[in-house]
């Protein structure tokens, strides 16, 4: 099984969100599940992946050239592929994963989620899609969804394309659990 993880790359954020990083990377490596990510070095994508790999897990970063130039990649990924952009990054790690889990982050994980919810609505994205809340980080967003939802910007059935977990724990049950798995 792979997962997409989508995730902040900002190193400048508080401890907690780490602790729940490095324990998504754990468990994913600890029940052989590859990690798929945009193959970030730093922040919670760095700490997810480095915690997989430093628990015998597999983790493959997708990520667009530009950003190799810059030398924000990950250079101890198990295996790194190359895309011409940024929507080619997200095209890919949607194909090879057999779900999505979003830990918080910035607007860059909000489009990165954004999009496969909006692919599941559209009926061409077939996967489980689980948001870890943090410690309400997601709240905001969540409010947002239901209102949208109640106000008829989004169908009643589309609000319930993704499952919210508090913990790594949950969110890798869901995703195993899942009746698409």
């Not at 095209?91 to 496969?116: C, N, Q, R």
């Not at 947002?144 to 169908?155: N, V």
């Amino acid at each position: 099984m792979t997962i997409a993880v989508y995730c902040a790359s900002s190193d400048e954020i508080d401890a907690k969100y780490f602790k729940a990083a490095e324990r998504l990377g754990q468990l994913m490596a600890e029940r052989g599940i590859t990690m798929v990510n945009g193959a970030g070095r730093v922040g919670l994508m760095g700490a997810a992946s480095n915690a997989s790999l430093c628990n015998g897990g597999r983790v493959v970063g997708v990520i667009p050239g530009f950003m190799v130039e810059y030398g924000w990649n990950h250079p101890g990924l198990s295996e790194t592929i190359q895309t011409p952009d940024i929507q080619s990054r997200q095209a890919k790690m949607a194909e090879i994963s057999d779900a999505a889990i979003a830990l918080p982050g910035g607007v860059g994980t909000l489009a990165e989620l954004s999009e496969v919810i909006t692919w599941k609505q559209l009926g061409i994205y077939h996967k489980p899609i689980v948001i870890i809340n943090t410690d309400g980080y997601w709240d905001e967003l969540l409010l947002y969804f239901e209102r949208a939802s109640r106000e008829h910007f989004m169908r009643r059935q589309n609000a319930i394309v993704w499952d919210v977990a508090s913990t790594p724990e949950e969110a890798i049950d869901i995703i195993l659990s899942s009746k698409h798995h």
